[in-house]
């Protein structure tokens, strides 16, 4: 195992497969809702087209999100850096076209989706990648496309600590600092949320006890 974040990150969700697809097939989260507003505003922006192209980052198992944007008619691309979260993902959604690898060496067509979204994945980065990640997401989506995502909320350039029994990264800006990250890059940035997850009702043990995120929806600008 490599002791970089991305060999951390890798080693982690390599290893806690099973447990994981549990936890998050299990677990309350915000992720559909904004998942289901990016459906939305694509289908109000897009009615003569009714299979937009999405892109997912970090899409674990697959559940709930892959599946979900299937279900939806949705042309779906999503990339995980676990090889072993890709196989679980590609079992599950055989649908979708699968990419593994660390998401900042993707390599697409500039406006090649209708649609990004990335659910707890972006704070795995060291946020000293982060804006170049945002550039490059702006970068693939096309005129008006939608980006969903949840960032964390907390100031701290390393976190390191434990995830379902293994060692894990994290690294993130303040709220104020991601909308700004946000703006720079070009995003309109359609709404936000700053909420506790589990509603704030998780238990001790609970992997994401005591955690908060900021939910955002933003647009690419229309070209003028």
């Known amino acids: 195992m490599s002791d970089t974040p991305e060999g951390i990150v890798e080693y982690a969700y390599d290893n806690i497969t099973e447990w994981y697809l549990q936890w998050v097939s299990s677990q309350k989260s915000p992720r559909q809702r904004y998942t289901q507003l990016l459906l939305d505003q694509l289908q109000h922006q897009q009615?003569?087209?009714p299979s937009p192209s999405i892109l997912e980052l970090g899409c674990g198992p697959g559940i709930p999100i892959v599946k979900m944007l299937l279900d939806h008619g949705a042309q779906v691309v999503a990339?995980?850096?676990?090889?072993?979260?890709?196989?679980?993902?590609?079992a599950r959604c055989p649908g979708a076209t699968f990419v593994a690898g660390d998401m900042t060496t993707l390599a697409f067509e500039p406006a090649s989706f209708n649609g990004v979204v990335s659910f707890y994945t972006l704070f795995h980065l060291p946020r000293s990648k982060l804006k170049a990640m945002l550039m490059q997401i702006y970068e693939?989506?096309?005129?008006?496309?939608?980006?969903?995502?949840?960032?964390?909320?907390?100031?701290?350039?390393?976190?390191?600590?434990?995830?379902?029994?293994y060692g894990m990264f994290?690294?993130?800006?303040?709220?104020?600092?991601n909308r700004e990250l946000l703006t720079e890059v070009g995003f309109e940035v359609l709404q936000v949320e700053v909420l506790q997850a589990g509603d704030g009702k998780l238990e001790e043990d609970e992997p994401d006890f005591d955690a908060e995120f900021m939910w955002v929806m933003a647009r690419k600008k229309n070209s003028t």
């Open 140 to 165: 693939w989506l096309k005129p008006g496309g939608v980006f969903v995502c949840n960032l964390a909320t907390l100031d701290e350039e390393e976190i390191h600590g434990e995830f379902l029994g």
């Open 170 to 177: 994290w690294s993130s800006y303040g709220v104020d600092e």
């Open 47 to 49: 009615q003569k087209q």
């Open 79 to 90: 990339n995980d850096i676990s090889t072993k979260q890709i196989e679980m993902a590609r």
